[in-house]
Every structure is written in structure tokens, then in C-alpha cells.
């Protein structure tokens, strides 16, 4: 059992609360849900569209194929109708113009019956919940939490009972056993990480799609007792993160590739200073404005390269919503050890995706400060740039009687004042540099999916982890022997397992989301590996499964 | 013991306000008795944010013009320890001009001392914002086309509650005005009028003596048209001293958890206690 609703507008009609109540329901039936969004830049009109997948079993991405379309307005309809299944069901109102497989319902006419046409989506939502033979208290439950006013969640109650009087349950669908899953995207995803890492400083300024996380982090504040700040811009943000680090707080910050952009003076200044810090980069299609509202991985050897000057960094592409929970918490662990700036690049896929997921284990996130001790230093001892032979400084925070502790900019020494002298420079350039080989050692290996002893061996990254797993799962069934790397860890490079299987291999394909294959130049670079092909989409779009495999198989006939 | 120990080497020219400022910085600590443990100097890049460089204490010196959002991510991170931004006009209110006008905005407490001699001295003498409009420089070799930035008139209109003007030249009433702003609760302005012997020909510490006024040490510095006449007066007299001064609520204190018990910074960290929040996604 695996179906695909797709529900589509104008902004402005109720397309997102319509798909949150509709995943939630799915989700408390316990069926696997996966959510995808397809919305422009703009407060109302346009062409948006949500697409709800679930199934009894477990499902990693979009797929081209609709079973059940719900249009709100011609257009999308005609633009999506060609994706219905031969049995699939399309539904509009009455004042939709008459389609060839389109089911007309009175929608509006209901709605109006009932005094307000704005419950028009709850009779559209009680006519799918009775074809797929759904729970109607797990409705009811949900408009309850929606509309907190009573005479209003009334009206939808009786909106939804006038939409399943409509019809029979023509598919009715049985979820797997009962299970206890949370359905979460990716930001929300990483703010959780982030909080479970004891994160107590998130500042940012809005940019699609990484808004989302400041949203949550601002919802927990006083709660979680999380300083969040909306600031002036992306400049004073990681400075602010910079300071708030020092003081001793763990601090990120976040946005999408041009508010990062803004950032690169600071994250050099992380580099030279040694604090610590975590900044996320929410892909969208670039250069400058771009797509805002769609996905890309289009900053990798941006990302790469962040920050003028050399020092060490990590980047981590975040793969899936748990990916991103468990990673943005190592993240803090790593940035504290190292002193270094951690980059998380995730995209507006992951960030946005509304996946089921088993609940993340907070038992399994340790923080790990790497704090010195205070106590160990006699007064006017305590030296922040010691040379040391890991490159890494016993740091201390300002509060240590008798010691003080300075970070400067500048090329400094040991004690942190500026010395301009070439010994002292290569003394710390190489302090510095040297941490890169302790860094080497934390990386992980990318994970694997598929058969073992490879024919084909695909390799791609970060958020297209999901997609590339269905689509692996799909070309083994059908009798090819395939083996998918996903590579989270991306700098420093992981090259082991990408030896070991491109040696097997007859043929090595990289699967992207950018129009220059940067991946793969890196993989060049670093292993000195090519890839026989490239398939690459850079239209905005996520690869979807099926898109993956019917792509590869044209490059492979 | 001396504490914020000078050094006895610094960068700065002889004849340079600098000096005066960093003696001026020290007793003014050293009389408020702030234990140095607490307290933390951030600077930008030119050659007034060299002062971290030369005094004993805690201090972060960032990038040109951001001194003020480290300031305020240090201050937010620990709310017991004074923190002072510190650096040049150049840094301030140009490079870091839209820091300078969140910073007033937000209120938060921190001392922000600006070292204003309408020029940039590091990079060789360029226009600042507070240049006067027509004098002549290296690369405004037709003189300065742009009108001079008022930044204490803009800290008014903004909403800042401690505007001051202090010069490098008066030891005594500086010390005054740096301590007044060390000790008042919210985001203390103070612009410091300062000589820059090799790149600045025309406002010298002549100039300035000889036009710089204290205000009567009892006028009523909750008079905001008072201040603000004041903060725009800049001719044969310029009146210097704590124009104004009025508490309000802070950014900081508005958080609410943010104070009270131990600051931020030495709060137990525990994954643990972030499990509840899943229950919003069940
Ligand atoms: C991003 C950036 N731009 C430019 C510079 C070069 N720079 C360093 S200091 C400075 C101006 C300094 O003027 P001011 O802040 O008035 O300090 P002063 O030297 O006069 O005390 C400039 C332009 C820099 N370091 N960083
Ligand atoms: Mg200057």
C-alpha cells in the first residue's frame, strides 16, 4: 500500500493547513508519511502544491505518480493531471470547467450552506478521508488543535461529514502495525539537534528556506532558556555568535546561501580567533536571489571554500530529518573540540520535507565542551593560542581570576597580541593547521545502500540520501546489481569506501542537484576518482526516485 | 596590585589621543573597582581598536566595524560581566553603521567608546563618516562631497538613554563620563573628540581645545531638546560631557531568564531536557 495525494492552489486558499491536518491524520493512523512542498515566492496567487505520500512500509521520497489530486484552481490541475495513475481519483469544486477523469463536487455550495466558505477544504478533506476509509476522530482531533475557536472547529466538523456524505470508501487503507513516530521536517529537525547540544544562542536574519529554524528556536526561548535573536543582518550575525561563543555559550547561526554569503569575514574570523561555532547554510537556487522558495546543492564548493584565508573547517551535508537531528548536535561537539567553525549545508528539500520518523533519542547525544580548567593556571599563566602539538589551545572563557583572555583577529601569539614577525606566523599557521589532522580523524564513511560486489556504483550527497535509496531499492529489484554511497561528512573527505567499491565497480555514476556536478569535482580532487556520468537537475526541483532510475537507465542503454 | 596593567610600548604616534583615552579607560576601572576577571574589551580593526592590545584585561578584537555585535553576543551570553566596545569613527559608524544604529535601538548594556578623529588613521588619513564636507584628503583629493555624520544627534533621535561627548584632552571629565557610562544600566554612547597628529591637519588638539565647552556639571541631563541642540552644536564651541542620560528597560533583562541565576554561560547543559519539546511532533 503506498499512495501519493497531491493537493494544489493559488497561495492564499489553505493549501498548508489543509496537508498539515491531512499528514497529521496519517501520521496518528500509523501509516508512514512523506510530505514534499512546492510553493512560489509570493503571499498569495500562483501555483503551490503539496504532495502527501503514505504507505504501511518505510518510504524515503516524492514520486512522480499521484493517486489522488485535489485542485483548488484549473490551472494546477492541468498542469499535475497527467501524473494521475490510470485509477486515480481527481477532485475540484463544481466551478472547476469539467475535465476528462475530473470529479466535480459541490464544495463551495456546501461550504455556503453552512455559512462560511471557508471551511470549503474540511468538506474537500471529509471526502478523501471517507475514499481511503480514514479515521474520522483523528480528524476531529486535529481541527480541534487547529481551530482553538469553538463555533469554527463546529462548522469544519460539519463541513467534513458533508464532504464524506459525498462518497463510499472506495480504497479503504490499513496502516502497518501501531507505532509511535513523530513527523517532523528538517529544520525543525536541526533546531531540535541544535537545543539537545545545549545550543544557548541562535541569531539570524529571515531568509528562505532557513527561517524556519529561528521560527523554533524563538518558540522554545524561554522554555528552553535559548537566547534567539532576529538581527540586523547576517554580518552581525555570526559576529554575534562569535562573541556569544567566547563568552562560553554554544552558539549558531543560520540562512540560505546569500545571507551566508554575508558571512564569510566572520567565519574567517572563526578560523584565526579559534572559537567555536555552528552555522547552517539552507541551500536555494542561487547565484543571488535565485529560486528562493526552491532546492538546490549548488553551494558545496562555496561552502568549501568559506571564508578568505586558510584554517581549518568541517562541513557536514545533512542527509534526512534524523540525519540532521543527530548531526547538528555532533556538530557543537566537533566545533568545541576543534575550535573551528562547523558548517551544516542542508537545502530547501530536507529543510521543508515532513517525514515520520522514529523519535530522536536524546540519551544518545553527549556534549563534550573541552573546556581547560581555570583552576590550572597561576596568575597571568593562561596563554589562549599555546602552541600545543594537536594545535589545539586549552581554552578558557573570560571569568578566570588572574587571567585574561584574548582573541584577536590579527596574527597574534601565543598570549593572543598581535605579532606580525614570520617566525610567529608559521608557528601559527602551523598551530592551526595542525588541528586538520585530528579533524581527519572524526569523519564518518558515507552511508550505503544496495548489493554488495557493485556493478554500478552511485554516488551522491546530503539531502538526496532519500530519493537515492528508493531509487537504488527500485534498479536492484529489477535485476541490476547497484550499490549508492551517500556521503554526509564532506569535508575532510571520506576515501576509503569510495576506493573500495569504485575498484569493484564497472561503472561510477554521481546524482546532484546542481547544473556543474561539484561533488564530483571534489571527489577529482580528493580521490582522484571520475565519474563515468553525471546526472544532473538544477530546474528547482528535487530528483524524485523514479526520476533517478528512468534517468540512469538512459544513461546506461 | 595594578590591575589593567598598561603596556609600555604601543603603535600609536607621540602627540596621538590614544594614549590619553587608554589612561582614561584604566582609572576609570581601576576607580569603579570592576574586578578585571569581569570585564571585556571589544574592538574592531584601526588603530583606536589597538587598545585591547595595550592594556591587561579580557578582550575580543573582531573585524573592521563589527565590534558592536560581538559586544552584544558577549553581553547576551553573560550578563555579570561589563563589556566595552571600543574603536574608531571609521569603525563605527561606517564600516559598522547599521551595528550602530541596532546597537542604540536594542539598549543593551554594554559602554560603547568611540574614538572619533574624523579621519582614518590606520589606513593613512581617507574621509570617515564625521569628516568635515570639502576637506581635502588622499583619495578625496577634490575634498569630501558627503555631509558629516552626527552621532550623537542620530543616538538621540534613535532613542539612546546615555549620550555623551567626551575629548581626549580633558583627563578628568572623560574619566567622569566613562565611568557614568560603565555603571548606567542600557547602551551608553560615548563619542570621544581626539586628535590624529599625522593624518588629521585640521581638527588638532588645538582645534579642539580651543573649542570644546563642558556643560555645566548641573544641567538636567533628562532635557532631551536640551541634549539634542547640544549633540548638534559643532562650531566655535563644542559642548562636551554627558548630554543626556535616562534609563529604560534593557534587551538583555527583556529575555527574562537571562538574569537571575548564574549567567547563561556557566548554566548546566543537559540533552536530556530538550526530549519534551518532541511532543509537539507526535
Ligand atoms: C573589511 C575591511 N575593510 C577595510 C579595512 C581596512 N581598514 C582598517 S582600519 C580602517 C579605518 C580605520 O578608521 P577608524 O575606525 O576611524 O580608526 P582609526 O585608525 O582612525 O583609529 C580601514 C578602512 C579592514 N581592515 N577591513
Ligand atoms: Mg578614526
Given at each position: ?17 489543509l ?10 493512523s500509523?501509516?508512514?508519511v512523506?510530505?514534499?512542498?512546492d ?6 496567487g500562483?501555483?503551490?502544491?503539496f504532495?502527501?505520500r ?54 463551495r ?16 478533506l ?15 482531533e ?7 475557536d ?5 462548522l ?11 462518497t463510499?470508501?472506495s ?7 501501531q507505532?509511535?513516530h ?27 528556506p ?14 528552553m532558556?535559548i537566547?534567539v ?14 562573541g ?17 554569503a ?17 552555522v ?21 564548493r562555496f ?24 548531526q ?15 558548517i551544516l549545508?542542508?537545502d530547501?528539500?530536507l ?5 515520520t ?8 547525544i553527549?556534549?563534550e ?13 593562561y596563554?589562549?593560542y599555546q ?44 598551530k592551526?593547521?595542525r ?8 569523519v ?34 529489477q ?6 554511497l551517500?556521503?554526509g561528512d ?13 575498484a ?14 561539484q ?20 530546474d ?6 523514479d ?10 542503454s | ?19 590619553m583615552?587608554r ?20 574592538a ?14 579580557n578582550?575580543?578584537?573582531?573585524l573592521?566595524g563589527r565590534s558592536l ?30 551595528h550602530?544604529i ?11 567608546f ?10 593613512k ?14 583619495v ?35 574619566v ?13 554612547l560615548?563619542?570621544i573628540?581626539?586628535?590624529?597628529v ?8 588645538q ?5 570644546v ?20 552644536q559643532?562650531?566655535e564651541?563644542?559642548p ?10 534593557t534587551?538583555d533583562?527583556q529575555?527574562?531568564?537571562?538574569t537571575g ?5 556557566a ?12 511532543q509537539?511532533?507526535?
Amino acid at each position: 500500500m503506498d499512495y501519493s495525494i497531491f493537493i494544489g492552489g493559488a497561495a492564499g486558499q489553505g493549501l498548508d493547513t489543509l496537508s498539515h491536518i491531512l499528514s497529521k491524520i496519517l501520521q496518528r493512523s500509523g501509516f508512514y508519511v512523506y510530505t514534499t512542498s512546492d510553493y512560489l515566492s509570493r503571499v498569495r496567487g500562483g501555483q503551490n502544491f503539496f504532495q502527501i505520500r503514505f504507505a504501511d512500509h518505510l518510504i524515503h521520497s516524492a514520486t512522480s505518480r499521484l493517486d489522488c489530486i485535489y485542485a483548488l484552481n484549473h490551472e494546477v490541475l492541468l498542469q499535475h493531471i497527467d501524473r494521475l495513475q490510470e485509477n486515480g481519483l481527481a477532485l475540484a469544486d463544481e466551478e472547476v470547467p469539467a475535465l476528462d477523469r475530473l470529479t466535480r463536487l459541490p464544495l463551495r455550495a456546501i461550504a455556503e450552506e453552512l455559512g462560511n466558505v471557508r471551511v470549503f477544504n474540511s468538506v474537500g478533506l471529509g471526502y478523501i478521508l471517507k475514499v481511503f476509509g480514514l479515521d474520522f476522530d483523528r480528524a476531529q482531533e486535529m481541527l480541534q488543535q487547529i481551530f482553538v475557536d469553538e463555533t469554527m472547529f463546529e462548522l469544519n466538523v460539519q463541513a467534513l461529514h458533508k464532504g464524506a456524505a459525498l462518497t463510499e470508501s472506495s480504497v479503504p487503507v490499513v496502516p502497518g502495525k501501531q507505532r509511535k513516530h513523530i513527523l517532523i521536517n528538517g529544520n525543525n529537525a536541526t533546531a531540535l539537534g541544535a537545543i539537545a547540544a545545549g545550543c544557548r544562542y541562535y541569531c539570524g536574519y529571515p531568509m528562505t528556506p532557513s527561517s524556519s529554524i529561528l521560527v523554533f528556536m524563538d518558540a522554545v526561548s524561554q522554555e528552553m532558556e535559548i537566547v534567539v535573536d532576529q538581527v540586523e543582518d547576517e554580518v552581525a550575525a555570526l559576529n554575534m555568535a562569535l562573541g556569544a561563543s567566547y563568552a562560553g555559550v554554544r552558539a549558531m547561526t543560520g540562512s540560505s546561501g546569500g545571507g551566508f554569503a554575508l558571512m564569510q569575514e566572520a567565519m574567517s574570523l572563526a578560523g584565526i580567533i579559534e572559537t567555536p561555532v555552528v552555522v547552517i547554510n539552507v541551500q536555494r537556487p542561487g547565484p543571488a536571489t535565485g529560486l528562493p522558495t526552491y532546492t538546490e546543492q549548488g553551494d558545496l564548493r562555496f561552502v568549501l571554500h568559506a571564508g578568505h584565508g586558510e584554517f581549518p573547517k568541517m562541513v557536514i551535508a545533512l542527509r534526512d530529518g534524523e540525519d540532521a537531528f543527530y548531526q547538528t548536535a555532533r556538530a557543537f561537539n566537533i566545533a568545541d573540540k576543534y575550535q573551528i567553525p562547523v558548517i551544516l549545508l542542508s537545502d530547501q528539500y530536507l529543510a521543508d520535507t515532513e517525514v515520520t520518523l522514529p523519535p530522536f533519542d536524546f540519551s544518545k547525544i553527549s556534549i563534550e565542551r573541552h573546556l581547560a580548567d581555570a583552576q590550572a593556571y597561576g596568575p597571568g599563566t593562561y596563554y589562549r593560542y599555546q602552541v600545543t602539538e594537536s594545535g589545539v589551545s586549552p581554552r578558557l572563557i573570560p571569568g578566570a581570576r588572574g587571567n585574561s583572555v584574548i582573541v584577536d583577529s590579527d596574527e597574534h601569539d601565543e598570549k593572543g597580541r598581535i605579532d606580525e614577525s614570520a617566525d610567529n606566523r608559521r608557528t601559527q599557521v602551523d598551530k592551526r593547521m595542525r588541528k586538520a589532522q585530528g579533524l581527519a580523524q572524526e569523519v564518518q564513511p558515507p552511508w550505503e545502500f544496495g548489493a554488495d560486489a557493485p556493478e554500478l556504483l552511485l554516488v551522491c550527497w546530503g539531502s538526496l540520501a532519500g530519493p537515492m535509496r528508493e531509487a537504488c531499492d527500485q534498479l536492484n529489484a529489477q535485476g541490476l546489481v547497484v550499490r549508492a554511497l551517500v556521503y554526509g561528512d564532506i569535508w575532510p573527505f571520506h576515501t576509503e569506501r569510495l576506493h573500495a567499491l569504485h575498484a569493484q565497480a564497472k561503472k561510477l555514476v554521481v546524482v546532484e542537484q546542481n547544473a556543474t556536478g561539484q561533488f564530483e569535482g571534489l571527489m577529482r580532487q580528493e580521490a582522484l576518482i571520475r565519474a563515468d556520468e553525471k546526472l544532473l537537475k538544477y530546474d528547482g526541483r528535487q530528483w524524485k526516485s523514479d526520476e533517478i532510475v528512468a534517468a540512469l537507465k538512459e544513461v546506461l542503454s | 596590585m595594578t590591575v589593567y596593567q598598561l603596556t609600555e610600548e604601543t603603535a600609536w604616534c607621540p602627540g596621538c589621543g590614544n594614549p590619553m583615552i587608554r589612561r582614561a579607560v584604566q582609572q576609570a576601572l581601576n576607580e569603579l573597582g570592576l574586578p578585571p576577571e569581569q570585564v571585556v574589551m571589544v574592538a574592531g580593526i584601526g588603530q583606536a581598536a589597538k587598545m585591547p592590545q595595550y592594556i591587561e584585561m579580557n578582550s575580543f578584537t573582531g573585524l573592521h566595524g563589527r565590534s558592536l555585535p560581538a559586544a552584544i553576543g558577549i553581553k547576551l551570553a553573560n550578563t555579570e560581566l561589563t563589556v566595552i566596545a571600543q574603536s574608531g569613527d571609521g569603525d563605527n559608524y561606517g564600516e559598522g553603521g547599521n551595528h550602530f544604529i541596532s546597537a542604540i535601538r536594542r539598549n543593551i548594556d554594554i559602554a560603547h567608546f568611540v574614538h572619533d578623529n574624523q579621519v582614518y588613521g590606520l589606513t593613512k588619513g581617507q574621509a570617515s563618516p564625521t569628516t568635515a564636507q570639502g576637506q581635502i584628503t588622499s583619495v578625496q583629493s577634490g575634498g569630501v562631497k558627503a555631509m558629516p555624520f552626527h552621532p550623537l544627534a542620530m543616538a538621540l533621535v534613535t532613542g539612546a538613554g546615555f549620550v555623551a561627548r567626551g575629548f581626549s584632552g580633558d583627563h578628568e571629565q572623560l574619566v567622569t563620563i566613562m565611568k557614568a557610562a560603565l555603571q548606567f544600566k542600557g547602551y551608553a554612547l560615548v563619542d570621544i573628540l581626539q586628535p590624529c597628529v599625522v593624518w588629521n591637519k585640521i581638527n588638532t588638539f588645538q582645534w579642539y581645545k580651543k573649542r570644546v565647552q563642558p556643560l555645566d556639571d548641573n544641567h538636567d541631563t533628562s532635557n532631551w531638546d536640551f541634549a539634542f541642540a547640544a549633540a548638534r552644536q559643532w562650531g566655535e564651541v563644542i559642548p562636551t560631557g554627558i548630554l543626556y542620560q535616562v534609563e529604560k528597560p534593557t534587551y538583555d533583562e527583556q529575555y527574562g531568564f537571562i538574569t537571575g541565576s548564574a549567567p547563561l554561560a556557566a548554566r548546566e547543559l543537559a540533552p536530556q531536557q530538550a526530549e519534551p519539546l518532541l511532543q509537539r511532533f507526535y
